[in-house]
């Protein structure tokens, strides 16, 4: 049956093109909306950006029509579209109901007013605010959250890593004394995929191994300290040998709280640094208390870099592994001034092409999956791009574990002979934050 979706301001700010997914089913916009639309407008974000398009958007396919009546969607086999512009004369409205007249209440109102005037079609409203949704069912109204680049699960690319055992051991003792294996060996013995890593343990021993898509063979992995840090696990093994591998372009590290997934990413990237022109770190600038950056004291240096403390702190971490007369400490320094090491918010990435750089984004979780598609495809000639985050832990309203772009991006690109990604598992910052992070 044709259904009508009543579209938010969330949905609409999370992908401009939100109006054209919903197939054959006819979408309503609430003026509410664009009044909100036209708050966002101004800006660098990601969400201003996504109002102007969507103001674009509207403009375009309304061009000499009355945007109020049912006019046909761009595209083939797509639904109607309208503006809902008076709600007035509602059996139920949810201003009386709630005793308080908020946008929230007028989007509500549009959606009743779809359903009474539409009886047979059912309606649903689409939004990413989980409140507007409850309070939607409340009056009997069928709300959805906007499923389009929200992954099934995330259980399909939870590691990267293959646990395998009773493996056989004179496979073990070629990996050892060889260092590589042709497919054609082990395909029997193994679910093979690109840049998969492996922990195989056999009668008496175990290795570390990767499957190389390029050479069609399965490698040895050893441990390689990078920039002066150790990895103190398989997984952080792994990670670094991801990061050092050139034939990898793209890299996904995840996992909780004090694994080393900035660590190792940074300290990998020190490690190459002669093969590339630039260093950039960067994270997504989430507000605190809802204030802006725009609202804090001072330049601009000032107002970023509370945001950008965890990078400074990994950095100094690093670089605090060797003493102020070591070489190490100095290129540092050295990188920092020169500008060779950049420690940078993601709001001015837009338009840019980045080119023999290695490109860090912490904190990947809180980015959208547009956001990521606008940072990777800023990508040049030699450039490597490493993503770091933590799915589970989402400080970007209207996201979670299924629609941010971190595991929107590993949905979509795990399999893929260019990219590798890797979870972390164990806590390395302290005996407390794992007893915090096992416990609270």
Known sequence: MKKIFVLDTSVILFNHNSLLSFAEHDVVIPITVLE??????????TKNFEAREFIRLLDKISIDKDITQWMALPGENKGNFKIVLNTDGLKSNANELFNNISMDNKIINAALKMKEEEPKKPVILVTKDINLRLKAKAVGLNAEDFETGKVQDTESFSAGIQHVDNFNQDMIERLYNEHHVPLEDVEEFLEIKPNQYYILKGSNSSVLAYYNPFEKQLEQVSKQRCYGIQPRNAEQT????????????????????????????????????????????????VPLSNKDIGYLPGDIKSKIDP????????????????????????????????EKLMITPLAYIRGRSLSDVIFIVDEAQN??????????????????????????????????????????????????????????????????????????
């Open 238 to 285: 792994f990670a670094m040998h991801a990061i050092l591998n050139p034939n990898i372009k793209l890299v996904a590290i995840h996992g909780v709280a004090g694994t080393g997934k900035t660590l190792i990413a940074l300290a990998a990237a020190l490690e190459q640094r002669r093969n590339f022109k630039q260093i950039y770190l960067a994270r997504p600038i």
């Open 36 to 45: 909100e639309l036209d708050n966002f407008k101004k800006g660098n974000e």
């Open 307 to 338: 945001y950008m403390q965890p990078l400074w702190d990994n950095l100094k971490f690093i670089q605090y592994q060797y003493n102020e007369s070591d070489p190490e400490y100095k290129h540092i320094t050295q990188m920092l001034e020169s």
């Open 367 to 440: 980015l959208t999956p547009h956001e990521i598609k606008t940072i990777i495809t800023r990508a040049g000639e030699n450039s490597k791009f490493i993503f770091t985050g933590d799915i589970k832990q989402i400080d970007t309203p209207y996201l979670d574990e299924l629609s941010n772009g971190l595991s929107y991006m590993v949905d979509r690109i795990q399999g893929e002979d260019i990219f590798s990604h890797i979870q972390l598992v164990k806590g390395e910052r302290s005996e407390l934050a794992n007893l915090a992070n096992e416990r609270l």
